[in-house]
């Protein structure tokens, strides 16, 4: 599966941004997806998965409560709705598929789009 990730942008702190993650290729009901994030020097982080067949979702503590991830599988393709951003969100964000089963870590996850740059200014 080939993954490009879209919609990032500028935004002011408090503002939304929805990201795209259009896949290339058939996804697996036991397939989960995930966002991660990478800041500058930092490692790449969690931010949310979701199982393609039922649904289910995960957060990371950071993000909950702010961010939703959901999928519309007729258009194959994930999204990552992010409100009341914060400058600390700022990071380039991906999208992956996770080799087997759940994880949070991105060495369990493949098929990384190019990532895109979300930029939240105070």
């Known amino acids: 599966v080939q993954l490009q990730a879209s919609g990032g942008g500028l935004v002011q702190a408090g503002g939304s941004l929805r990201l795209s993650c259009a896949a290339f290729?058939?996804?697996?009901?036991?397939?989960?997806m995930g966002w991660f994030r990478q800041a500058p020097g930092k490692e790449r982080e969690f931010v949310a998965s979701i199982w393609w067949g039922d649904g289910r979702t995960y957060y990371s503590d950071s993000v909950k409560g702010r961010f939703t991830i959901s999928r519309d599988k007729g258009k194959n393709t994930v999204y990552l709705q992010m409100n009341s951003l914060i400058p600390e969100d700022t990071a380039v964000y991906y999208c992956g598929q996770a080799r087997t089963g759940y994880s949070r870590s991105p060495a369990d996850f493949a098929s990384w789009g190019q990532g895109t740059l979300v930029t939240v200014s105070s």
């Open positions: 290729g058939r996804i697996f009901s036991s397939s989960v």
